[in-house]
């Protein structure tokens, strides 16, 4: 199997509190980008110190409480399901802090880090911060919901958003990459994909390859699956029938996203 495509592997740490998956540099083709999804029952908390780190805490769906060493922000979460298709509550921690995120009702919370030195304030981002935006055309549509754009300079490395594809559609389309840190035409980005489908037995086809082929992979894709962008394109397509959700997470050298379209199929943006 691809190092690229992970399976969700549940592992209770603690009562009520279950890892989905944990996505880690030591382990991973991955050197800016770090990814817990965990599931919390009611009452039930997840704590950490984030050291070397700083973290985005995303409520997927349900409600959650988060603490840091100075604030606490209650009842966070918008939506039963990824699929209300509404923004949703998220936090920005920085490093050298101890986080705590408390299920109020069941929840999925992804946490997402980035390794940095830089100590900035904690932030809450509301759901109704979030940029909404429609983007593409034809059979190349989707909706975003923009939760830590390169625009907010809220963090030092991290950039989090969320992306609705609807049935027969492609995203991430045309193909585009952004795995060269030559600014101000391209940004070098690593990149993971945290999936969901409705309904949820469907699938979607990723691709991840580079011009030279070194590296060329297409995976059939199930709900739950994290896929890692290390380097090169990465489209998303999705069968008729089903609607694809997935969580961005990016972080490189420099905070801004800069990416390079596929010469072979930049002319569909031209039609």
């Known amino acids: 199997m691809t190092q690229l495509l992970c399976k969700p592997e549940k592992r209770e740490i603690a ?7 944990e996505v880690k540099n030591e382990v991973s083709p991955l050197q800016y980008v770090e990814l817990k999804i965990i599931e919390l029952a009611p009452g039930a908390k997840y704590t950490e110190i984030l050291n070397d780190k700083e973290c985005c805490i995303v409520a997927l769906k349900g ?38 995120v408390e299920g109020v009702k069941p929840a999925r919370v992804a946490l997402c880090y980035s390794p940095t030195e830089k100590v900035l304030p904690t932030k809450l981002i509301k759901a ?29 490395r991290l950039l989090v958003v969320e992306v609705y ?17 030559n600014l101000p035409e391209e940004s070098l980005l690593e990149e993971t994909y945290y999936h969901e489908i409705n309904p949820p037995q469907g699938f979607v086809f990723q691709r991840v390859y580079t011009d030279d082929r070194s590296l060329d992979e297409t995976m059939t894709v199930e709900n739950g699956d994290v896929v890692l962008v290390p380097e090169g394109y990465h489209p998303v ?34 039609r």
Do not use: C
């Open 15 to 21: 009562s009520g509190v279950t890892i989905v998956h």
């Open 63 to 100: 409600t959650i409480n988060v603490k840091d060493q100075k604030n606490t922000f209650t009842k966070l979460g918008t939506r039963k399901s990824v699929f209300d298709k509404i923004p949703t509550d998220s936090v920005y921690i920085s490093n050298q802090q101890r986080l705590e």
């Open 128 to 156: 109704e911060e979030n940029e909404v935006e429609n983007r593409g055309s034809r059979n190349n549509q989707r909706l975003v919901h923009n939760i830590l754009p390169d625009s907010n300079s809220a963090a030092h």
């Open 165 to 181: 594809t609807e049935s027969g559609n492609w995203s991430s389309y045309p193909p585009h990459k952004h795995d060269q840190d």
């Open 237 to 270: 397509g999705v069968p008729e029938g089903y609607t694809s959700y997935y969580l961005n997470v990016m972080a490189g050298p420099n905070r801004i996203w800069k990416f390079h379209n596929d010469p072979n199929h930049e002319w569909i943006l031209e």
